[in-house]
């Protein structure tokens, strides 16, 4: 049984991508960045256009047309993106937002949200005041057919500062349960 993932900055790279079940994904960077292959194959696209997560994602469809799930996940800006493409793309059935900003970003899109995924986010995020992401977790509760799941790290800046662990393990676990459902 293969999977994919499909992420967004430096967190999706190193902390998404070590979950359980990958094994093949692409990961965004911004272009400046030191490239890093530790865990999957590294494309370099720029986050200016949605048309290039959708070139992305169709490369990644092209090279392991034998997959059983496909993720996407984003960090911060990131998770723009990711849900933008989840709305465009049927085969995503599972995402991971990570630090979103629906007090800069319109996230309405998302309704209704067609798939089910997880938010995570630092209590003492200094950029997301904590009423956007409750705002948030609201409107996606709210829907039928699909379970949102909303996590907390208490100690977590918008950046996990000090708090990596706390968001691997997170971010592990939500991936083992959900990945046990295919």
Known sequence: ?????FGWG???INLLISGRRINNCIAIREPNEKPDTQHCELSKFSLSSQSNAAA???WLEREN???SQCWVSGFSFGSLIAMQLLMRRPEIN???AISPQPNVYDFSFLSPCPTSGLVIYGKKDELVPIEHISELDNRLSAQKGIKVEFQKI???NHFFSKTEDDLKKALN???KKETALY
């Open 1 to 5: 049984e293969k999977s994919y993932a």
């Open 10 to 12: 430096d967190i999706a």
């Open 56 to 58: 992305a994602l169709d």
């Open 65 to 67: 047309f034998d997959n």
């Open 94 to 96: 599972r995402f991971i």
């Open 154 to 156: 208490n100690e977590a």
């Open 173 to 175: 676990k939500y991936i």
